[in-house]
């Protein structure tokens, strides 16, 4: 199992970014996929989740009105859209995948990427 992050950078306050994680070695369609993040110094923060056909998503409420998760089941892609970024959303952004394939409040993740920085700051 393979989960490879794209898309992080340097933007300005206010700007926005699209994440991307690419998967391979399982099927895709058949799981959950989320986002964590981690700023510098603290611990991991879930950030957002997506069902198997993108029928549920959830977020955390420090990114939701801002953020959008999406994925393409025939390309084995998860997306992250951010926008209205702010400084505090400086972080690296981890892909990871459920050992479900049910949707859940209560996540637990077998496999993750190395991830992706996003700075945010002018």
């Known amino acids: 199992v393979q989960l490879v992050e794209s898309g992080g950078g340097l933007v300005q306050p206010g700007g926005s970014l699209t994440l991307s994680c690419a998967a391979s070695?399982?099927?895709?369609?058949?799981?959950?996929l989320a986002w964590v993040r981690q700023a510098p110094g603290k611990g991991l923060e879930w950030v957002s989740a997506?069902?198997?056909?993108?029928?549920?998503?959830a977020y955390a409420d420090s990114v939701k009105g801002r953020f959008t998760i999406s994925r393409d089941n025939d390309k084995g892609i998860v997306y992250l859209h951010m926008n209205g970024l702010k400084p505090e959303d400086t972080a690296v952004y981890f892909c990871?995948?459920?050992?479900?394939?049910?949707?859940?409040?209560?996540?637990?993740?077998?496999?993750w990427g190395r991830g992706t920085q996003v700075t945010v700051s002018s």
């Open positions: 070695g399982f099927i895709f369609s058949n799981y959950i």
């Open positions: 997506i069902s198997r056909t993108s029928s549920t998503t």
């Open positions: 990871a995948k459920d050992v479900r394939s049910y949707y859940t409040n209560y996540p637990e993740y077998d496999y």
